[in-house]
């Protein structure tokens, strides 16, 4: 039986029937009078359903990672002519390892359900001339999204499992067209106040750098541009954000080195079938950031960051996949600075939220949540949330009639998450066949700038016709500070919803737990949220409750019972400060000089 893995036709059988990999390979298949393809036979069943199941896969993930990155800072040492400790190779390489090492998890667990399955399995690949090496870390996130570096990847993994590969001819370059980022253009006005306020902090940088040479420099620090500079001013210099250098040698145009990727590649001697397929690929899939282009980006980070020498080097996200910054932030730990991470979107509720903060607690000496503790990680500590400085959360009612509704998108291929999201939009689409229809006639829905060709749009007009889209005319704080919904509904857990309830906002969130389970210490404040109505663990559950509240919504969301749990959440999750310039300098000033590190 034919098993085709990817959404590029070129690949599918001319007249044999098939089976899909899984439900990304064909986006559109949910309207079965529009598809009309009646060879395929089906899609594999999907081995990542059980969400208890899943923390399980997790845990094997994380555990894979560690032992991986083990083999490979030795290695890379030894390629290198170096020998830095495994902390520093675990700066550089912890979030790309954690993504590569999933990925070949969830197409291997998947090609075994098929030969389980599917007998005389054949996998459908493409010829393709050179396989593909990523430049550098973002370079593979961005690539494990598309077709055709998921039919390199799926097919490598088949004939390492002995299963049949049938290699088509390929034409053109082999992608498909899949949405283009379309970002909100700013306003002149906003463009020339966001240029002064850039301007004013290189200029106090200049002047305030030479009155303290020990200082907490910021990157990605999530705080709003303008409180960066009036930290950068009330500290003189001592908390600054970098001043970094221009450098247009950026890019990779190296010649692969092929004796450091068999080196890198070299089998080992390990019972973990597993572990041993993840050495066996590394070569091919490992970025030349890492490899050929290591020393000559080191260079260009020593360029970039000439001068910026730092006791403290706080960032929120440029630990997860800026391998310019990397250098730095390595050859700074190496150099004694005390790295600092922090939260960039909410709590990791979830156990795929859970692997993004094991790894940047490995990478960081402290890291700062949004007000929650966790007793098993001393490094966590609990501060005000960044994200949420300047957020209007004002005590007036919001006004108007429609309900904004927020959505998620995904890449088809799984990135960083093991997870179908075909099940994530069944939920959506049932939300919408159980809403009352005139209230949806109120609905805008707010969906990702990117669908990722999965037909968004297409599959809530075909239960809800006369749902209107948001036009992204406006940045999503800029619709909350407007106060013009009645509600706001989520169907998914992320930043958006924190933001929203912090801006106190009546609030609607559902998503299946036994898809997402929730990790064991955030389960009575969502136990809470459900008390209140806020929190619904089934699509029905939420559209009943907003087609019996919204003629009254404010009535039940500004009652004090409901703002008292809100509250409590808030302090926990999306914590606000009223003095944030004192909070945050007193914070940065308190943190301990000693890190003990492995």
């Given at each position: 039986?034919?098993?085709?893995?990817?959404?590029?036709?070129?690949?599918?059988?001319?007249?044999?029937?098939?089976?899909?990999?899984?439900?990304?390979?064909?986006?559109?298949?949910?309207?079965?009078?529009?598809?009309?393809?009646?060879?395929?036979?089906?899609?594999?069943?999907?081995?990542?359903?059980?969400?208890?199941?899943?923390?399980?896969?997790?845990?094997?993930?994380?555990?894979?990672?560690?032992?991986?990155?083990?083999i490979?800072?030795?290695?890379?040492?030894?390629i290198?002519?170096?020998?830095?400790?495994?902390?520093?190779?675990?700066?550089?390489?912890?979030?790309?390892?954690?993504?590569?090492?999933?990925?070949?998890y969830?197409?291997?667990?998947?090609?075994?359900?098929?030969?389980?399955?599917?007998?005389?399995?054949?996998?459908?690949?493409?010829?393709?001339?050179?396989?593909?090496?990523?430049?550098?870390?973002?370079?593979?996130?961005?690539?494990?999204?598309?077709?055709?570096?998921?039919?390199?990847?799926?097919?490598?993994?088949?004939?390492?499992?002995?299963?049949?590969?049938?290699?088509?001819?390929?034409?053109?370059?082999?992608?498909?067209?899949?949405?283009?980022?379309?970002?909100?253009?700013n306003?002149?006005?906003?463009?020339?106040?966001?240029?002064?306020?850039?301007?004013?902090?290189?200029?106090?940088?200049?002047?305030?750098?030479?009155?303290n040479?020990?200082?907490?420099?910021?990157?990605?620090?999530?705080?709003p541009?303008?409180?960066?500079?009036?930290?950068?001013v009330?500290?003189?210099?001592?908390?600054?954000?970098?001043?970094?250098?221009?450098?247009?040698?950026?890019?990779?145009?190296?010649?692969l080195?092929?004796?450091?990727?068999?080196?890198?590649?070299?089998?080992i001697?390990?019972?973990?079938?597993?572990?041993?397929?993840?050495?066996?690929?590394?070569?091919?899939?490992?970025?030349?950031?890492?490899?050929?282009?290591?020393?000559?980006?080191?260079?260009?980070?020593?360029?970039?960051y000439?001068d910026?020498?730092?006791?403290?080097?706080?960032?929120?996200?440029?630990?997860?996949?800026?391998d310019?910054?990397?250098?730095?932030g390595?050859?700074?730990?190496?150099?004694?600075?005390?790295?600092?991470?922090g939260?960039?979107?909410?709590?990791?509720?979830?156990?795929?939220?859970?692997?993004?903060?094991?790894?940047?607690?490995?990478?960081?000496d402290y890291?700062?949540?949004?007000?929650?503790?966790?007793?098993?990680?001393?490094?966590?500590?609990?501060?005000?949330?960044?994200?949420?400085?300047?957020?209007?959360?004002r005590?007036?009612?919001?006004?108007?009639?429609?309900?904004?509704?927020?959505?998620?998108?995904?890449?088809?291929?799984?990135?960083?998450?093991?997870?179908?999201?075909?099940?994530?939009?069944?939920?959506?689409?049932?939300?919408?066949?159980?809403?009352?229809?005139?209230?949806?006639?109120?609905?805008?829905?707010?969906?990702?700038?990117?669908?990722?060709?999965?037909?968004?749009?297409?599959?809530?007009?075909?239960?809800?016709?006369?749902?209107?889209?948001?036009?992204?005319?406006?940045?999503?704080?800029?619709?909350?500070?407007?106060?013009?919904?009645?509600?706001?509904?989520?169907?998914?857990?992320?930043?958006t919803?924190?933001?929203?309830?912090?801006?106190?906002?009546?609030?609607?969130?559902?998503?299946?737990?036994?898809?997402?389970?929730?990790?064991?210490?955030?389960?009575?404040?969502?136990?809470?949220?459900?008390?209140?109505?806020?929190?619904?663990?089934?699509?029905?559950?939420?559209?009943?409750?907003?087609?019996?509240?919204?003629?009254?919504?404010?009535?039940?969301?500004?009652?004090?019972?409901?703002?008292?749990?809100?509250?409590?959440?808030?302090?926990?999750?999306?914590?606000?400060?009223?003095?944030?310039?004192?909070?945050?300098?007193?914070?940065?000033?308190?943190?301990?000089?000693?890190?003990?590190?492995?």
């Amino acid at each position: 039986m034919y098993l085709v893995i990817s959404g590029l036709k070129e690949t599918w059988p001319e007249k044999e029937p098939f089976w899909l990999f899984h439900s990304g390979c064909c986006p559109d298949y949910f309207d079965k009078n529009k598809f009309s393809d009646k060879r395929i036979e089906g899609i594999l069943p999907d081995p990542f359903g059980d969400g208890k199941n899943n923390c399980l896969h997790y845990e094997k993930i994380w555990n894979l990672s560690n032992e991986l990155i083990s083999i490979l800072y030795e290695r890379l040492n030894h390629i290198h002519g170096v020998s830095k400790r495994k902390h520093y190779w675990e700066i550089h390489l912890g979030f790309w390892v954690l993504r590569y090492v999933l990925a070949v998890y969830d197409r291997l667990i998947r090609l075994e359900v098929a030969k389980t399955n599917l007998k005389g399995l054949v996998v459908q690949g493409l010829a393709i001339r050179e396989q593909v090496i990523p430049k550098d870390s973002l370079h593979f996130v961005n690539l494990l999204g598309t077709d055709l570096y998921n039919v390199q990847l799926i097919s490598s993994i088949s004939e390492n499992l002995s299963i049949e590969v049938e290699y088509h001819p390929i034409e053109g370059d082999g992608s498909l067209n899949d949405d283009q980022p379309i970002f909100q253009k700013n306003s002149i006005i906003k463009q020339t106040l966001k240029g002064l306020v850039n301007f004013s902090i290189l200029c106090s940088n200049k002047i305030l750098r030479f009155i303290n040479k020990e200082r907490i420099l910021m990157e990605s620090s999530y705080f709003p541009r303008w409180f960066e500079l009036t930290l950068n001013v009330f500290t003189l210099g001592k908390i600054s954000r970098i001043e970094k250098k221009n450098n247009t040698n950026l890019g990779s145009d190296s010649a692969l080195d092929s004796d450091a990727r068999e080196y890198l590649s070299q089998r080992i001697n390990n019972k973990d079938d597993l572990l041993s397929l993840l050495v066996q690929l590394v070569g091919v899939y490992i970025p030349k950031s890492f490899v050929e282009d290591f020393s000559k980006n080191l260079e260009i980070s020593k360029e970039i960051y000439k001068d910026q020498n730092s006791k403290f080097l706080f960032s929120t996200v440029s630990w997860i996949s800026d391998d310019i910054f990397l250098h730095f932030g390595a050859d700074s730990m190496e150099r004694g600075s005390i790295l600092l991470g922090g939260e960039h979107g909410g709590a990791p509720f979830l156990e795929r939220y859970n692997l993004i903060y094991k790894m940047e607690s490995v990478i960081s000496d402290y890291y700062f949540t949004w007000g929650w503790s966790d007793p098993k990680n001393p490094k966590a500590i609990p501060t005000p949330a960044n994200k949420l400085i300047g957020l209007s959360n004002r005590k007036s009612y919001p006004t108007g009639d429609s309900v904004l509704y927020v959505c998620a998108s995904n890449p088809r291929y799984s990135v960083s998450a093991l997870e179908d999201f075909e099940r994530y939009l069944n939920w959506q689409s049932l939300f919408f066949k159980t809403m009352n229809r005139k209230v949806l006639e109120n609905f805008i829905v707010r969906s990702h700038f990117i669908e990722y060709g999965w037909c968004i749009r297409e599959r809530i007009h075909a239960v809800a016709p006369n749902v209107k889209f948001d036009n992204w005319n406006f940045t999503f704080n800029e619709r909350l500070a407007k106060r013009n919904s009645r509600l706001y509904v989520f169907d998914y857990l992320s930043t958006t919803f924190i933001e929203c309830l912090a801006s106190n906002l009546p609030s609607v969130l559902f998503f299946d737990r036994n898809l997402y389970p929730l990790l064991d210490i955030f389960n009575s404040d969502f136990e809470m949220l459900k008390k209140a109505k806020i929190f619904h663990d089934t699509p029905e559950s939420a559209s009943e409750w907003i087609n019996e509240v919204y003629d009254n919504a404010n009535v039940w969301f500004y009652e004090k019972e409901c703002q008292d749990i809100v509250a409590e959440f808030l302090h926990k999750y999306g914590r606000r400060s009223k003095s944030p310039l004192r909070d945050w300098i007193n914070i940065f000033n308190s943190i301990p000089e000693d890190a003990k590190r492995a």
